[in-house]
């Protein structure tokens, strides 16, 4: 078991403005509720006092019986940015990583080519962006694309 309770906040990255997958990352300092994400050299000047745990990538997290989660550290957005991976359907949780309908944002070109890389490795067959409509598996090869065509415009 990964020792993490469905109802407790995953941070997809070390920003603020967004919610989690699982609940609001922007939980207020007085309420100690544990936060789970990647490491990131900011963590201590973001969260003062939060109750923050790290994830790795290729994390297990078992939501319910059934329902498994794996943690993909997919850089590239932030430095910390992550997806869960939700092994029984083969769907995706992309948070900034791929948003629906619109390109996002990336502080390392490199890192976010890779990243999504990776994501297609995985064919999934739903994403779940966290800005935006639930998107077809095909998306993270439009975002791909996309890149190449804006790359190839410079």
């Not at 997919?74 to 991976?85: A, K, M, Q």
């Amino acid at each position: 078991s990964s020792g993490i309770n469905a109802e407790w906040p995953l941070r997809p990255g070390n920003h603020g403005g967004d919610c989690a997958i699982l609940g609001d990352s922007k939980v207020p300092e007085q309420c100690k509720v544990p936060v789970f994400k990647m490491p990131h050299a900011f963590d201590s000047e973001i969260a003062p006092g939060q109750n923050m745990h790290h994830l790795h990538d290729k994390q297990l997290v078992e939501v319910s019986e059934g329902c498994t989660l794996r943690v993909l550290h997919t850089p590239g957005h932030t430095d910390d940015s992550i997806c869960l991976h939700l092994l029984q359907e083969n769907s995706l949780f992309s948070a900034d990583t791929v948003l629906g309908g619109s390109s996002g944002e990336f502080s390392n070109y490199t890192h976010y080519i890779k990243s999504l890389n990776r994501l297609r490795e995985l064919a999934p067959v739903r994403v779940y962006p966290g800005h935006g409509q639930v998107e077809d598996g095909g998306v993270v090869d439009r975002y791909l694309s996309h890149r190449q065509d804006r790359e190839g415009q410079v």
